[in-house]
Protein backbone atom coordinates (compact mmCIF):
# COMPACT_ATOMS: atom_id res chain seq x y z
CA UNK A 1 0.00 0.00 0.00
CA UNK A 2 2.79 2.16 0.76
CA UNK A 3 4.57 1.29 -2.28
CA UNK A 4 1.18 2.47 -4.21
CA UNK A 5 0.84 5.51 -2.59
CA UNK A 6 4.74 6.58 -3.25
CA UNK A 7 3.94 5.76 -6.49
CA UNK A 8 0.69 8.16 -7.01
CA UNK A 9 2.75 11.00 -5.47
CA UNK A 10 5.63 10.92 -7.96
CA UNK A 11 3.42 10.46 -10.76
CA UNK A 12 0.99 13.71 -9.49
CA UNK A 13 4.01 15.45 -9.02
CA UNK A 14 5.66 14.79 -12.09
CA UNK A 15 2.50 15.54 -13.51
CA UNK A 16 2.60 19.00 -11.95
CA UNK A 17 6.16 19.75 -12.73
CA UNK A 18 4.58 19.36 -16.53
CA UNK A 19 1.85 21.50 -16.20
CA UNK A 20 4.21 24.35 -14.44
CA UNK A 21 6.40 24.18 -16.87
CA UNK A 22 4.61 23.99 -19.83
CA UNK A 23 2.38 26.39 -18.26
CA UNK A 24 4.64 29.12 -17.29
CA UNK A 25 5.20 29.59 -21.45
CA UNK A 26 1.28 30.27 -22.02
CA UNK A 27 0.36 33.82 -22.46
CA UNK A 28 -1.05 36.53 -24.61
CA UNK A 29 1.38 35.97 -26.87
CA UNK A 30 -0.22 32.21 -28.22
CA UNK A 31 -3.35 32.99 -28.60
CA UNK A 32 -3.39 36.76 -29.46
CA UNK A 33 -0.17 38.02 -30.90
CA UNK A 34 0.60 35.15 -32.69
CA UNK A 35 -2.67 34.70 -35.19
CA UNK A 36 -2.23 38.30 -35.89
CA UNK A 37 1.20 38.36 -37.45
CA UNK A 38 0.39 35.20 -39.18
CA UNK A 39 -2.81 36.52 -40.78
CA UNK A 40 -0.65 40.11 -41.26
CA UNK A 41 2.17 38.07 -43.39
CA UNK A 42 0.47 35.39 -45.08
CA UNK A 43 -0.67 32.40 -42.96
CA UNK A 44 1.63 29.69 -44.62
CA UNK A 45 4.12 31.48 -45.65
CA UNK A 46 4.55 32.96 -42.18
CA UNK A 47 5.22 29.46 -40.56
CA UNK A 48 8.36 29.09 -42.67
CA UNK A 49 9.94 31.91 -41.02
CA UNK A 50 8.77 30.90 -37.74
CA UNK A 51 10.07 27.75 -37.67
CA UNK A 52 13.32 27.96 -38.52
CA UNK A 53 13.37 31.00 -35.93
CA UNK A 54 11.98 28.41 -33.00
CA UNK A 55 14.49 25.69 -34.24
CA UNK A 56 17.41 27.85 -35.16
CA UNK A 57 17.16 31.05 -32.64
CA UNK A 58 14.68 30.63 -30.25
CA UNK A 59 15.50 27.42 -28.69
CA UNK A 60 19.29 27.84 -28.33
CA UNK A 61 18.96 31.31 -27.13
CA UNK A 62 16.76 30.08 -24.65
CA UNK A 63 19.31 27.41 -23.61
CA UNK A 64 21.89 30.41 -23.91
CA UNK A 65 19.89 32.50 -21.53
CA UNK A 66 19.32 30.03 -19.21
CA UNK A 67 23.07 29.02 -18.72
CA UNK A 68 23.89 32.64 -18.34
CA UNK A 69 21.65 33.24 -15.60
CA UNK A 70 22.94 30.34 -13.87
CA UNK A 71 26.00 30.52 -14.26
CA UNK A 72 25.96 34.57 -13.11
CA UNK A 73 23.72 33.62 -10.42
CA UNK A 74 26.30 31.17 -9.03
CA UNK A 75 28.61 34.39 -8.65
CA UNK A 76 26.20 36.46 -7.31
CA UNK A 77 24.56 38.26 -9.36
CA UNK A 78 20.74 38.72 -10.55
CA UNK A 79 20.59 41.46 -13.03
CA UNK A 80 21.03 40.98 -16.63
CA UNK A 81 24.37 43.19 -16.46
CA UNK A 82 25.22 41.91 -12.96
CA UNK A 83 25.58 38.37 -14.71
CA UNK A 84 26.98 39.85 -18.20
CA UNK A 85 30.19 41.26 -15.90
CA UNK A 86 30.39 37.94 -14.15
CA UNK A 87 30.24 36.03 -17.65
CA UNK A 88 32.45 38.14 -19.48
CA UNK A 89 35.18 39.12 -16.87
CA UNK A 90 34.94 42.69 -17.98
CA UNK A 91 33.04 45.77 -15.77
CA UNK A 92 32.09 47.40 -19.14
CA UNK A 93 30.07 44.46 -20.48
CA UNK A 94 27.02 45.04 -17.88
CA UNK A 95 26.33 48.29 -20.43
CA UNK A 96 25.71 45.69 -22.70
CA UNK A 97 23.33 44.10 -21.15
CA UNK A 98 21.18 47.55 -20.54
CA UNK A 99 17.91 45.63 -22.74
CA UNK A 100 18.01 43.47 -20.52
CA UNK A 101 15.95 45.20 -17.91
CA UNK A 102 14.57 47.85 -19.97
CA UNK A 103 12.70 45.27 -22.80
CA UNK A 104 10.32 43.84 -19.98
CA UNK A 105 9.85 46.94 -18.32
CA UNK A 106 8.74 49.11 -21.24
CA UNK A 107 6.36 45.80 -22.34
CA UNK A 108 5.14 45.75 -20.02
CA UNK A 109 3.77 48.95 -19.99
CA UNK A 110 1.29 47.89 -22.37
CA UNK A 111 0.94 44.63 -21.84
CA UNK A 112 -0.92 45.67 -18.42
CA UNK A 113 -3.34 47.09 -20.83
CA UNK A 114 -4.11 44.35 -22.66
CA UNK A 115 -4.28 41.95 -19.70
CA UNK A 116 -6.95 44.92 -18.93
CA UNK A 117 -8.85 44.07 -21.95
CA UNK A 118 -8.96 40.05 -21.29
CA UNK A 119 -10.39 40.90 -17.72
CA UNK A 120 -12.38 43.54 -19.43
CA UNK A 121 -13.87 41.04 -21.42
CA UNK A 122 -14.29 38.33 -18.97
CA UNK A 123 -16.65 40.89 -17.25
CA UNK A 124 -18.40 41.34 -19.96
CA UNK A 125 -19.09 38.25 -20.42
CA UNK A 126 -20.63 37.52 -16.64
CA UNK A 127 -22.24 41.13 -16.68
CA UNK A 128 -24.20 40.64 -20.26
CA UNK A 129 -22.08 43.25 -21.95
CA UNK A 130 -20.62 40.49 -24.59
CA UNK A 131 -23.88 39.46 -25.81
CA UNK A 132 -23.90 41.48 -28.83
CA UNK A 133 -26.11 38.71 -30.99
CA UNK A 134 -24.68 37.81 -34.64
CA UNK A 135 -23.63 40.49 -36.28
CA UNK A 136 -19.79 39.90 -36.41
CA UNK A 137 -19.68 44.50 -36.53
CA UNK A 138 -20.83 44.91 -33.25
CA UNK A 139 -17.93 43.31 -31.71
CA UNK A 140 -15.61 45.03 -33.76
CA UNK A 141 -17.36 48.10 -32.73
CA UNK A 142 -17.65 46.92 -28.86
CA UNK A 143 -13.30 46.33 -29.03
CA UNK A 144 -12.85 49.28 -30.72
CA UNK A 145 -15.18 51.13 -27.73
CA UNK A 146 -13.31 49.17 -25.44
CA UNK A 147 -9.68 50.03 -26.08
CA UNK A 148 -10.53 53.69 -27.10
CA UNK A 149 -9.10 53.60 -30.62
CA UNK A 150 -11.27 56.13 -32.28
CA UNK A 151 -9.59 59.01 -30.53
CA UNK A 152 -6.61 59.84 -27.55
CA UNK A 153 -7.77 60.31 -24.15
CA UNK A 154 -11.18 58.33 -25.50
CA UNK A 155 -10.00 55.83 -22.54
CA UNK A 156 -10.36 58.36 -19.77
CA UNK A 157 -14.09 59.37 -20.62
CA UNK A 158 -17.42 57.17 -21.44
CA UNK A 159 -17.50 53.16 -22.28
CA UNK A 160 -13.57 53.81 -23.01
CA UNK A 161 -13.46 54.31 -19.12
CA UNK A 162 -13.86 50.73 -18.29
CA UNK A 163 -10.28 49.78 -19.67
CA UNK A 164 -8.90 52.00 -17.25
CA UNK A 165 -11.13 50.62 -14.43
CA UNK A 166 -9.98 47.06 -15.30
CA UNK A 167 -6.15 48.75 -15.92
CA UNK A 168 -6.40 49.79 -12.21
CA UNK A 169 -7.33 46.13 -11.17
CA UNK A 170 -5.00 44.60 -13.02
CA UNK A 171 -1.91 47.29 -11.78
CA UNK A 172 -3.07 46.67 -8.39
CA UNK A 173 -3.40 43.23 -8.77
CA UNK A 174 0.33 42.72 -10.03
CA UNK A 175 1.61 44.99 -7.57
CA UNK A 176 -0.14 43.86 -4.80
CA UNK A 177 1.35 39.75 -5.83
CA UNK A 178 4.99 41.23 -6.67
CA UNK A 179 5.33 43.64 -3.47
CA UNK A 180 4.30 40.86 -1.16
CA UNK A 181 6.49 38.01 -2.92
CA UNK A 182 3.28 35.74 -3.55
CA UNK A 183 5.69 33.22 -6.07
CA UNK A 184 3.35 30.39 -4.09
CA UNK A 185 0.68 32.13 -5.75
CA UNK A 186 1.98 32.62 -9.11
CA UNK A 187 3.41 28.86 -9.52
CA UNK A 188 -0.50 27.94 -8.40
CA UNK A 189 -1.77 30.13 -11.17
CA UNK A 190 0.47 27.86 -13.85
CA UNK A 191 -0.21 24.66 -12.44
CA UNK A 192 -3.62 24.67 -12.25
CA UNK A 193 -5.33 27.76 -14.26
CA UNK A 194 -2.65 27.17 -17.12
CA UNK A 195 -3.61 23.34 -17.90
CA UNK A 196 -7.61 25.25 -17.45
CA UNK A 197 -7.19 27.35 -20.21
CA UNK A 198 -5.47 24.91 -22.47
CA UNK A 199 -8.71 22.81 -22.16
CA UNK A 200 -10.68 25.65 -22.56
CA UNK A 201 -8.55 26.29 -26.07
CA UNK A 202 -9.03 22.98 -26.84
CA UNK A 203 -12.99 23.09 -26.16
CA UNK A 204 -13.08 25.92 -28.10
CA UNK A 205 -11.38 24.21 -30.94
CA UNK A 206 -13.05 21.41 -31.25
CA UNK A 207 -15.95 23.87 -31.73
CA UNK A 208 -14.39 25.46 -34.83
CA UNK A 209 -13.24 22.96 -36.66
CA UNK A 210 -16.76 21.78 -36.68
CA UNK A 211 -18.01 25.07 -37.29
CA UNK A 212 -18.87 24.09 -41.06
CA UNK A 213 -20.36 26.53 -43.27
CA UNK A 214 -22.45 28.54 -40.49
CA UNK A 215 -23.55 30.66 -42.93
CA UNK A 216 -25.54 28.70 -45.91
CA UNK A 217 -25.93 32.45 -48.13
CA UNK A 218 -21.91 32.55 -47.65
CA UNK A 219 -21.04 29.20 -48.76
CA UNK A 220 -17.31 30.22 -49.49
CA UNK A 221 -17.04 31.24 -45.84
CA UNK A 222 -16.56 27.61 -44.91
CA UNK A 223 -14.01 26.12 -41.84
CA UNK A 224 -11.91 24.67 -44.69
CA UNK A 225 -10.93 27.69 -46.33
CA UNK A 226 -10.72 29.33 -43.09
CA UNK A 227 -7.70 26.44 -42.12
CA UNK A 228 -6.74 27.57 -46.08
CA UNK A 229 -6.42 30.76 -44.42
CA UNK A 230 -4.26 30.18 -41.86
CA UNK A 231 -2.21 27.47 -43.98
CA UNK A 232 -2.19 28.08 -47.40
CA UNK A 233 1.67 29.52 -47.82
CA UNK A 234 0.02 31.58 -50.97
CA UNK A 235 -2.30 34.34 -51.06
CA UNK A 236 -4.05 35.99 -53.66
CA UNK A 237 -1.71 38.37 -55.55
CA UNK A 238 0.92 37.38 -53.87
CA UNK A 239 3.74 34.07 -54.26
CA UNK A 240 4.87 32.35 -51.81
CA UNK A 241 8.91 33.55 -52.83
CA UNK A 242 7.74 37.40 -52.93
CA UNK A 243 5.97 36.57 -49.47
CA UNK A 244 9.44 35.11 -48.04
CA UNK A 245 11.64 38.28 -50.04
CA UNK A 246 10.47 40.50 -47.21
CA UNK A 247 12.62 41.04 -44.56
CA UNK A 248 10.53 41.96 -42.36
CA UNK A 249 8.46 38.83 -42.09
CA UNK A 250 11.51 37.16 -41.10
CA UNK A 251 12.22 40.10 -38.36
CA UNK A 252 8.51 39.67 -37.31
CA UNK A 253 8.72 35.77 -37.18
CA UNK A 254 11.97 36.01 -34.73
CA UNK A 255 10.10 38.47 -32.57
CA UNK A 256 7.22 36.26 -32.33
CA UNK A 257 9.19 33.81 -31.41
CA UNK A 258 10.90 35.97 -28.69
CA UNK A 259 7.98 37.56 -27.17
CA UNK A 260 6.38 34.00 -26.90
CA UNK A 261 9.25 32.19 -25.40
CA UNK A 262 10.18 35.14 -23.22
CA UNK A 263 13.79 34.72 -24.81
CA UNK A 264 15.60 37.98 -25.53
CA UNK A 265 14.55 39.99 -22.38
CA UNK A 266 16.50 39.62 -19.98
CA UNK A 267 13.99 37.94 -17.76
CA UNK A 268 14.70 34.29 -18.02
CA UNK A 269 18.83 35.38 -17.06
CA UNK A 270 17.04 36.94 -13.64
CA UNK A 271 15.08 33.78 -13.00
CA UNK A 272 17.48 31.13 -13.41
CA UNK A 273 20.48 33.11 -11.67
CA UNK A 274 18.39 32.34 -8.87
CA UNK A 275 18.64 28.28 -9.99
CA UNK A 276 20.93 25.75 -7.93
CA UNK A 277 24.12 24.99 -9.69
CA UNK A 278 22.92 20.99 -10.14
CA UNK A 279 19.49 21.88 -11.39
CA UNK A 280 18.34 21.08 -14.97
CA UNK A 281 18.00 24.06 -17.22
CA UNK A 282 18.09 21.70 -20.38
CA UNK A 283 15.12 19.93 -20.09
CA UNK A 284 13.28 22.85 -18.58
CA UNK A 285 14.22 24.89 -21.16
CA UNK A 286 13.31 22.52 -23.98
CA UNK A 287 9.48 21.45 -22.11
CA UNK A 288 8.52 25.21 -21.83
CA UNK A 289 9.69 26.13 -25.49
CA UNK A 290 7.48 22.58 -26.43
CA UNK A 291 4.44 23.59 -24.50
CA UNK A 292 4.62 27.06 -25.68
CA UNK A 293 4.95 25.71 -29.42
CA UNK A 294 1.89 23.64 -29.35
CA UNK A 295 -0.56 26.46 -27.46
CA UNK A 296 0.99 28.87 -30.10
CA UNK A 297 0.97 26.74 -33.32
CA UNK A 298 -2.05 24.19 -32.77
CA UNK A 299 -3.97 26.31 -30.48
CA UNK A 300 -3.67 29.64 -31.66
CA UNK A 301 -3.09 28.78 -35.50
CA UNK A 302 -6.47 26.39 -36.04
CA UNK A 303 -8.79 28.52 -33.68
CA UNK A 304 -8.35 32.08 -34.46
CA UNK A 305 -7.68 32.75 -38.03
CA UNK A 306 -9.82 29.95 -39.19
CA UNK A 307 -12.50 31.19 -37.19
CA UNK A 308 -12.29 35.00 -38.14
CA UNK A 309 -12.47 33.99 -41.34
CA UNK A 310 -15.54 32.07 -41.21
CA UNK A 311 -17.58 35.07 -39.59
CA UNK A 312 -15.57 37.51 -41.49
CA UNK A 313 -14.95 36.14 -44.75
CA UNK A 314 -12.09 36.96 -46.94
CA UNK A 315 -11.04 40.54 -45.85
CA UNK A 316 -9.22 39.17 -42.51
CA UNK A 317 -7.05 37.53 -45.73
CA UNK A 318 -6.73 40.95 -47.37
CA UNK A 319 -6.89 43.57 -45.05
CA UNK A 320 -5.93 41.96 -41.68
CA UNK A 321 -7.97 43.53 -38.60
CA UNK A 322 -4.60 43.65 -36.71
CA UNK A 323 -3.03 41.69 -33.58
CA UNK A 324 -5.61 42.47 -31.24
CA UNK A 325 -8.51 42.74 -33.71
CA UNK A 326 -8.41 39.24 -34.62
CA UNK A 327 -8.80 38.11 -30.70
CA UNK A 328 -10.90 40.67 -29.56
CA UNK A 329 -13.19 40.96 -32.39
CA UNK A 330 -12.99 36.76 -34.26
CA UNK A 331 -13.47 35.09 -31.12
CA UNK A 332 -16.02 36.52 -29.65
CA UNK A 333 -18.06 35.61 -32.81
CA UNK A 334 -16.94 32.02 -32.21
CA UNK A 335 -18.27 32.12 -28.54
CA UNK A 336 -21.25 33.48 -29.52
CA UNK A 337 -21.89 30.47 -32.14
CA UNK A 338 -20.77 28.04 -29.18
CA UNK A 339 -23.47 26.32 -27.10
CA UNK A 340 -22.57 27.79 -23.32
CA UNK A 341 -21.04 30.68 -25.28
CA UNK A 342 -20.83 33.45 -22.56
CA UNK A 343 -19.88 31.01 -20.47
CA UNK A 344 -16.86 30.06 -22.38
CA UNK A 345 -16.07 33.42 -23.32
CA UNK A 346 -15.35 34.46 -19.92
CA UNK A 347 -13.57 31.59 -18.57
CA UNK A 348 -11.71 32.21 -22.07
CA UNK A 349 -10.72 35.47 -21.47
CA UNK A 350 -10.32 35.21 -17.52
CA UNK A 351 -7.73 32.52 -17.76
CA UNK A 352 -5.98 34.76 -20.67
CA UNK A 353 -6.19 36.95 -18.17
CA UNK A 354 -4.83 34.79 -15.46
CA UNK A 355 -1.99 33.75 -18.22
CA UNK A 356 -1.23 37.55 -18.55
CA UNK A 357 -0.76 37.96 -14.80
CA UNK A 358 1.71 35.27 -14.83
CA UNK A 359 3.55 36.37 -17.25
CA UNK A 360 3.32 40.39 -16.35
CA UNK A 361 4.57 39.93 -12.59
CA UNK A 362 7.89 38.04 -14.51
CA UNK A 363 8.51 41.33 -16.35
CA UNK A 364 8.75 43.13 -13.11
CA UNK A 365 11.55 40.40 -11.75
CA UNK A 366 14.96 41.23 -14.11
CA UNK A 367 14.48 45.51 -13.18
CA UNK A 368 13.35 44.80 -9.17
CA UNK A 369 17.05 42.64 -9.37
CA UNK A 370 18.74 45.36 -10.87
CA UNK A 371 17.71 48.53 -8.16
CA UNK A 372 18.64 46.10 -5.36
CA UNK A 373 21.97 45.64 -6.75
CA UNK A 374 22.40 48.92 -8.34
CA UNK A 375 21.04 51.12 -5.79
CA UNK A 376 21.25 48.67 -2.66
CA UNK A 377 17.54 49.16 -1.83
CA UNK A 378 15.01 46.49 -0.35
CA UNK A 379 12.40 44.46 -2.66
CA UNK A 380 9.76 46.61 -1.51
CA UNK A 381 11.16 50.15 -2.68
CA UNK A 382 12.43 49.21 -5.63
CA UNK A 383 8.79 47.45 -6.23
CA UNK A 384 7.43 50.94 -5.38
CA UNK A 385 10.25 52.46 -7.66
CA UNK A 386 9.32 50.57 -10.53
CA UNK A 387 5.26 50.64 -10.30
CA UNK A 388 5.78 54.41 -10.52
CA UNK A 389 7.59 54.30 -13.91
CA UNK A 390 5.45 51.66 -15.06
CA UNK A 391 2.15 53.66 -14.26
CA UNK A 392 3.66 56.52 -16.43
CA UNK A 393 4.07 54.41 -19.06
CA UNK A 394 0.84 52.73 -19.32
CA UNK A 395 -0.76 55.72 -18.75
CA UNK A 396 0.93 57.20 -22.00
CA UNK A 397 -0.04 54.01 -23.84
CA UNK A 398 -3.82 54.40 -22.57
CA UNK A 399 -4.05 57.80 -23.16
CA UNK A 400 -2.66 57.96 -27.04
CA UNK A 401 -5.38 54.91 -27.58
CA UNK A 402 -5.94 56.22 -31.09
CA UNK A 403 -5.39 53.53 -33.41
CA UNK A 404 -2.87 51.78 -30.71
CA UNK A 405 -0.47 54.33 -32.65
CA UNK A 406 1.47 54.05 -29.17
CA UNK A 407 0.89 50.53 -28.03
CA UNK A 408 1.59 49.55 -31.45
CA UNK A 409 5.21 51.60 -31.72
CA UNK A 410 6.21 50.83 -28.38
CA UNK A 411 5.69 46.77 -29.36
CA UNK A 412 7.28 47.23 -32.88
CA UNK A 413 10.94 49.27 -31.51
CA UNK A 414 11.12 47.15 -28.03
CA UNK A 415 9.10 44.43 -28.63
CA UNK A 416 10.47 43.31 -32.47
CA UNK A 417 13.68 45.26 -32.43
CA UNK A 418 15.10 45.65 -29.21
CA UNK A 419 14.84 42.03 -28.32
CA UNK A 420 16.21 41.03 -31.46
CA UNK A 421 19.58 43.02 -30.67
CA UNK A 422 19.61 41.97 -26.80
CA UNK A 423 19.49 38.13 -28.43
CA UNK A 424 22.06 38.74 -31.43
CA UNK A 425 24.21 40.20 -28.22
CA UNK A 426 23.53 37.43 -25.64
CA UNK A 427 24.52 34.64 -28.19
CA UNK A 428 27.65 36.10 -29.03
CA UNK A 429 28.52 36.67 -25.39
CA UNK A 430 27.83 32.89 -24.68
CA UNK A 431 29.34 31.44 -28.32
CA UNK A 432 32.33 33.89 -28.87
CA UNK A 433 33.20 35.77 -25.09
CA UNK A 434 32.50 32.48 -22.72
CA UNK A 435 33.14 30.09 -25.38
CA UNK A 436 31.35 27.41 -26.89
CA UNK A 437 33.19 24.87 -24.86
CA UNK A 438 32.20 26.32 -21.73
CA UNK A 439 28.91 27.68 -22.59
CA UNK A 440 28.01 23.39 -23.37
CA UNK A 441 29.54 22.13 -20.00
CA UNK A 442 27.55 25.10 -18.15
CA UNK A 443 24.02 24.27 -19.60
CA UNK A 444 24.69 20.40 -19.82
CA UNK A 445 25.68 20.52 -15.55
CA UNK A 446 22.43 18.68 -14.51
CA UNK A 447 20.84 18.34 -17.58
CA UNK A 448 18.80 15.54 -17.60
CA UNK A 449 19.02 15.39 -21.77
CA UNK A 450 21.78 15.08 -24.06
CA UNK A 451 22.56 18.39 -25.61
CA UNK A 452 24.06 17.38 -29.25
CA UNK A 453 27.30 19.06 -30.21
CA UNK A 454 25.40 20.47 -33.59
CA UNK A 455 23.95 22.92 -30.55
CA UNK A 456 26.88 24.56 -30.16
CA UNK A 457 27.68 25.08 -33.89
CA UNK A 458 24.06 26.56 -33.99
CA UNK A 459 25.07 28.78 -31.44
CA UNK A 460 28.49 30.00 -32.51
CA UNK A 461 28.00 30.74 -35.75
CA UNK A 462 24.43 29.94 -37.16
CA UNK A 463 22.43 32.09 -34.54
CA UNK A 464 24.20 35.07 -34.67
CA UNK A 465 24.71 34.88 -38.95
CA UNK A 466 21.31 34.47 -38.83
CA UNK A 467 20.23 37.20 -36.60
CA UNK A 468 23.34 39.81 -38.05
CA UNK A 469 21.79 39.23 -41.51
CA UNK A 470 18.22 39.31 -41.22
CA UNK A 471 18.44 42.61 -39.49
CA UNK A 472 20.54 44.39 -41.52
CA UNK A 473 18.34 43.11 -44.52
CA UNK A 474 15.55 44.61 -42.76
CA UNK A 475 17.74 48.13 -41.85
CA UNK A 476 18.38 48.34 -45.25
CA UNK A 477 14.16 47.90 -46.71
CA UNK A 478 12.45 48.90 -43.78
CA UNK A 479 14.06 50.98 -41.50
CA UNK A 480 13.68 54.40 -43.41
CA UNK A 481 10.49 53.81 -44.18
CA UNK A 482 10.09 53.53 -39.85
CA UNK A 483 11.71 56.40 -39.35
CA UNK A 484 9.66 58.65 -41.81
CA UNK A 485 6.30 56.93 -39.68
CA UNK A 486 7.71 59.02 -36.81
CA UNK A 487 7.15 62.51 -38.07
CA UNK A 488 3.61 61.46 -39.75
CA UNK A 489 1.06 63.54 -37.67
CA UNK A 490 -2.17 64.35 -38.63
CA UNK A 491 -3.73 67.68 -38.58
CA UNK A 492 -4.34 68.39 -34.73
CA UNK A 493 -3.26 65.32 -33.32
CA UNK A 494 0.14 64.80 -31.40
CA UNK A 495 3.35 62.69 -32.91
CA UNK A 496 2.48 60.09 -30.87
CA UNK A 497 4.89 57.62 -32.75
CA UNK A 498 7.87 60.56 -31.80
CA UNK A 499 6.67 60.51 -28.49
CA UNK A 500 6.65 56.91 -28.00
CA UNK A 501 10.00 56.73 -29.08
CA UNK A 502 10.80 59.32 -26.79
CA UNK A 503 9.65 57.51 -23.59
CA UNK A 504 11.70 54.24 -24.76
CA UNK A 505 14.99 57.05 -24.85
CA UNK A 506 14.41 58.40 -21.49
CA UNK A 507 13.35 54.54 -19.79
CA UNK A 508 16.90 53.74 -21.56
CA UNK A 509 18.46 56.93 -20.08
CA UNK A 510 17.61 56.03 -16.62
CA UNK A 511 18.21 52.61 -16.77
CA UNK A 512 22.32 53.02 -17.98
CA UNK A 513 22.49 55.64 -14.98
CA UNK A 514 21.30 52.65 -12.62
CA UNK A 515 23.84 50.28 -13.95
CA UNK A 516 26.39 53.23 -13.64
CA UNK A 517 25.71 53.15 -10.25
CA UNK A 518 25.74 49.18 -9.79
CA UNK A 519 28.76 49.18 -11.63
CA UNK A 520 30.55 51.48 -9.07
CA UNK A 521 28.84 49.34 -5.98
CA UNK A 522 30.33 46.56 -7.77
CA UNK A 523 33.80 47.96 -8.31
CA UNK A 524 33.90 49.16 -5.00
CA UNK A 525 33.05 45.57 -3.38
CA UNK A 526 35.60 44.28 -5.62
CA UNK A 527 38.63 45.97 -4.69
CA UNK A 528 37.50 45.67 -0.89
CA UNK A 529 37.75 41.61 -1.36
CA UNK A 530 40.96 42.16 -3.41
CA UNK A 531 42.05 44.44 -0.35
CA UNK A 532 40.72 41.67 2.28
CA UNK A 533 42.42 38.33 0.36
CA UNK A 534 46.55 38.55 0.37
CA UNK B 1 -6.97 24.64 -48.93
CA UNK B 2 -4.08 24.01 -51.31
CA UNK B 3 -2.25 20.49 -50.76
CA UNK B 4 0.73 23.15 -49.96
CA UNK B 5 -1.76 24.26 -46.78
CA UNK B 6 -2.68 20.94 -45.93
CA UNK B 7 1.38 19.43 -45.99
CA UNK B 8 2.59 22.94 -43.86
CA UNK B 9 -0.27 22.52 -41.30
CA UNK B 10 0.33 18.68 -40.66
CA UNK B 11 4.03 19.27 -40.46
CA UNK B 12 4.02 22.06 -38.00
CA UNK B 13 0.76 20.88 -35.88
CA UNK B 14 2.43 17.36 -36.30
CA UNK B 15 5.72 18.46 -35.23
CA UNK B 16 5.09 20.64 -32.49
CA UNK B 17 2.60 17.49 -30.77
CA UNK B 18 5.55 15.44 -30.97
CA UNK B 19 8.10 17.50 -29.21
CA UNK B 20 5.70 18.22 -26.55
CA UNK B 21 5.11 14.58 -26.38
CA UNK B 22 8.27 13.57 -26.10
CA UNK B 23 9.31 16.31 -23.53
CA UNK B 24 6.52 15.16 -21.45
CA UNK B 25 7.93 11.53 -21.94
CA UNK B 26 11.82 12.62 -20.96
CA UNK B 27 10.05 14.42 -17.54
CA UNK B 28 8.19 11.25 -16.52
CA UNK B 29 10.72 8.79 -17.54
CA UNK B 30 13.73 10.71 -16.11
CA UNK B 31 13.57 9.59 -12.31
CA UNK B 32 14.63 12.51 -10.02
CA UNK B 33 13.88 15.15 -12.82
CA UNK B 34 10.88 16.59 -10.51
CA UNK B 35 13.59 17.89 -8.49
CA UNK B 36 15.53 19.42 -10.83
CA UNK B 37 13.28 20.92 -13.19
CA UNK B 38 12.50 24.33 -12.93
CA UNK B 39 10.01 27.15 -14.55
CA UNK B 40 10.13 31.12 -14.09
CA UNK B 41 7.32 30.32 -11.86
CA UNK B 42 7.94 27.90 -9.43
CA UNK B 43 11.77 29.85 -9.09
CA UNK B 44 11.57 31.77 -5.52
CA UNK B 45 13.56 34.94 -5.59
CA UNK B 46 15.52 34.78 -2.00
CA UNK B 47 14.75 38.95 -2.00
CA UNK B 48 11.50 37.79 -0.42
CA UNK B 49 13.13 36.36 2.81
CA UNK B 50 15.54 39.30 3.32
CA UNK B 51 12.73 42.00 4.41
Known amino acids: ?534 | MTPAGWIIMTLCVAGMTGLLAWCIYKVVATPGSTKHLHSQADIETPDVDDE
Not at chain 1, 300 to 324: C, D, K, Q, R, Y
Request: glycine content about 12%.
Open chain 1, 1 to 534: MAKIAEKKEAWASRIGVILAVTGSAVGLGNFLRFPGLAAEYGGGAFMIPYVVAFLLIGLPIAWVEWSLGRLGGTRGYNSAPGVFRAVCGDRRASYLAILGPLIPVMIYMYYVFVEAWCLGYAWNYLSGGLLLGNNPAEYETFFHGFVGSQRNGASFTGHGAQALIFLAICFALNFFLIYRGLTKGIEWFCRWAMPALIICALIVLVRVLTLGTPNPDLPEQNIINGLGAMWNPTKPGQTLGQALSNPEIWLAAAGQIFFSLSVGFGIIITYSSYMKKDDDVALSALTSAAGNGFCEVVLGGLITIPAAFVFLGISIVENPPGTFGMGFVSLPNVFNQMPAGPFFGFLFFFLLFLAAVTSSLSMLQPAIALFEEGLGIGRKASVAMLGFITLIGALFVVFFSKDLTALDTIDFWVGNVCIYVMATIQVIVFGWVLGIGRGLDALGRGAEIRIPRLVGFIIKYVSPVYLIAIFILWLLHKLPDRVMALGNVEDGEPPVAALSVGLIVIVLVFFTLIINRAVSRWDRRDAAETEVSP
